[in-house]
């Protein structure tokens, strides 16, 4: 490959539309702008959403639920995705790793789903009071 010879893939670039150069060339005249009003101006545009005085819908509608910031920070983990990582010690990080969790999450919490049968020692992980009999069971701890 030479820098002489490297052009934009084909149909990539498309030649400027030429407004304004007579009726042979088809947007003569009005400049394919239709005949007056708002758009056909210069600097004539709205507000995305604006109904032309009318309250717009967005305003129209009651606000409805509730999206946290924090919820994409935690993740949930079941009791038998702790016994394939077989880990004597397990954090975040651990889980992290494993792809158990995703990478953004800051706090984990285990639930009771599932059978745990691998003694587990939890470091800086919630857990469920379900959860906490069940590693405790299995001759695991939680810090």
Do not use: W
């Not at 539309?17 to 088809?26: A, D, N, Q």
């Not at 702008?33 to 967005?58: A, L, N, T, W, Y």
């Not at 305003?59 to 924090?70: M, T």
């Not at 990582?85 to 800051?106: F, H, M, N, Q």
């Amino acid at each position: 490959m030479l820098l002489n010879t490297i052009k934009p893939a084909e149909g990539s670039k498309k030649p400027a539309k030429r407004v304004g150069r007579g009726i042979g060339s088809g947007f003569g005249k009005t400049c394919g702008r239709g005949h007056k009003g708002q758009k056909s101006r210069s600097g004539g545009f709205h507000k995305v959403g604006f109904e032309g005085g009318q309250m717009p819908i967005q305003r129209r509608l009651p606000k409805v639920g509730f999206n946290s910031a924090k919820k994409r920070l935690s993740a949930e983990v079941r009791l038998s995705e702790l016994t394939s990582l077989a880990a004597e010690e397990i954090t975040v990080d651990r889980l992290i790793e494993s792809g158990t969790v995703p990478i953004y999450t800051k706090r984990v919490k285990v639930i009771l789903s599932g059978e745990i049968s691998v003694a587990v020692k939890l470091k800086g992980i919630f857990a469920t009071s379900g959860a906490v009999k069940a590693i405790e069971a299995a001759g695991g701890s939680v810090e």
